[in-house]
């Protein structure tokens, strides 16, 4: 009695393979062979944008200052991975290279707790410049 319903499982598994290995005719096509889509050249990449720690390294050339500013880390609770200083840095010259700065004079970068919506943030200020060459 035990043996049937497995007997009747494999039969059934069985006759579900041979089903899907049912010889397969090629189909041939009245339609025209598709054309491949032109290639779109990528757009540039803009300039990578240097970050200066000190204010001594920029005397001598040339900039233009176009304002502050800020990138952030942000922790949200206590579970979460602690606000990195590194991605807050990749942010604040990621938000100079929207403003076509190419330097970042970097005033400050820390840690605080108490920010609204966040349980410790990583906070990167600086000044976006427009370096220009001699």
Do not use: W
């Given at each position: ?9 494999a ?5 579900c ?24 050249p ?9 970050i ?27 579970q ?23 330097a ?28 220009t060459?001699?």
């Amino acid at each position: 009695m035990r043996a049937l319903p497995i007997c009747l499982l494999a039969l059934t598994l069985s006759g579900c393979t041979l089903l899907n290995r049912s010889p397969v005719e090629p189909v041939e096509s009245t339609a025209p062979p598709v054309k491949p889509e032109p290639v779109r050249p990528k757009a540039p990449r803009p300039a990578p944008v240097k970050i200066y720690t000190k204010a001594e390294a920029l005397v001598g050339k040339p900039f233009r200052d176009l304002g502050e500013v800020t990138g952030e880390a942000c922790q949200s609770s206590s579970q979460d991975s602690p606000p990195n200083i590194a991605t807050a840095r990749k942010r604040m010259q990621i938000n100079a290279s929207k403003m076509k700065a190419n330097a970042v004079l970097q005033h400050s970068c820390e840690i605080i707790t108490g920010a609204p919506d966040c349980y410790r943030q990583a906070v990167c200020v600086g000044s976006a410049l427009k370096v220009t060459a001699q």
